[in-house]
T-cell receptor
Framework: GNSVTQMEGPVTLSEEAFLTINCTYT??????LFWYVQYPGEGLQLLLK?????DKGSNKGFEATYRKETTSFHLEKGSVQVSDSAVYFC??????????FGAGTRLFVKA | GAGVSQTPSNKVTEKGKYVELRCDPI?????LYWYRQSLGQGPEFLIY????????DSGLPNDRFFAVRPEGSVSTLKIQRTERGDSAVYLC??????????????FGEGSRLTVL
């Protein structure tokens, strides 16, 4: 069946550091890929998405490229801020819109 | 309201009791999802509605769990004979089925269920 695997956290970085959170997936067909974010005390919200191979999703300085050859969708940001501290979830949706989530990666950014 | 609304936000019950959790989706969203999230885990899929019908209920853990969406809008997740292992945050999300944002999930704040 479909699945998503993402790197375990927590990830702790200093402000302005470079961020990578790895995500790989297993899916039949051609899934859409997503990153969702959960800020402290808030609900889950979409951060970015990519719907086909080689697409790059971007939002708020975050980027992720849909790599079919490596079945990956790694999240990157060039310079993190304290306000980026949150839990990040990689997810995929294939076929009938059922969306599967990874376990989440908690990010702490220190000032 | 403009977002997905879930009630109650917090529910404490005793083992063996019956619980109902309600979700009011974004107006016009035909797809509605229920997920369960335990501490430190990602959302676990339970059931997905397209309109009034359950398009995929493969995530419901057993027959104590049931969900309805009789008019294609509000949905209720029903849990019978609750067990301590049912304690979790139950998340509802809605999604447009067509257009550029189809497939994107818009989540509510969740209903935290504690079974004593």
């Amino acid at each position: 069946g479909n699945s998503v695997t993402q790197m375990e956290g927590p990830v702790t970085l200093s402000e302005e550091a470079f961020l990578t959170i790895n995500c790989t997936y297993t899916a039949t067909g051609y899934p859409s890929l997503f990153w969702y974010v959960q800020y402290p005390g808030e609900g889950l919200q979409l951060l970015l998405k990519a719907t086909k191979a080689d697409d790059k999703g971007s939002n708020k300085g975050f980027e992720a490229t849909y790599r079919k050859e490596t079945t990956s969708f790694h999240l990157e940001k060039g310079s993190v801020q304290v306000s980026d501290s949150a839990v990040y979830f990689c997810a995929l949706s294939s076929g009938g819109f059922k969306t599967i989530f990874g376990a989440g990666t908690r990010l702490f950014v220190k000032a | 309201g403009a977002g997905v609304s879930q009630t109650p936000s917090n529910k404490v019950t005793e083992k063996g009791k019956y619980v109902e959790l309600r979700c009011d989706p974004i107006s016009g969203h035909t797809a509605l999802y229920w997920y369960r999230q335990s501490l430190g885990q990602g959302p676990e899929f339970l059931i997905y509605f397209q309109g009034t019908g359950a398009a995929d209920d493969s995530g419901l853990p057993n027959d104590r769990f049931f969900a309805v969406r009789p008019e294609g809008s509000v949905s209720t997740l029903k849990i019978q004979r609750t067990e301590r292992g049912d304690s979790a945050v139950y998340l509802c999300a809605s999604s447009p089925s067509v257009g550029p944002r189809s497939g994107e999930l818009f989540f509510g704040e969740g209903s935290r269920l504690t079974v004593l």
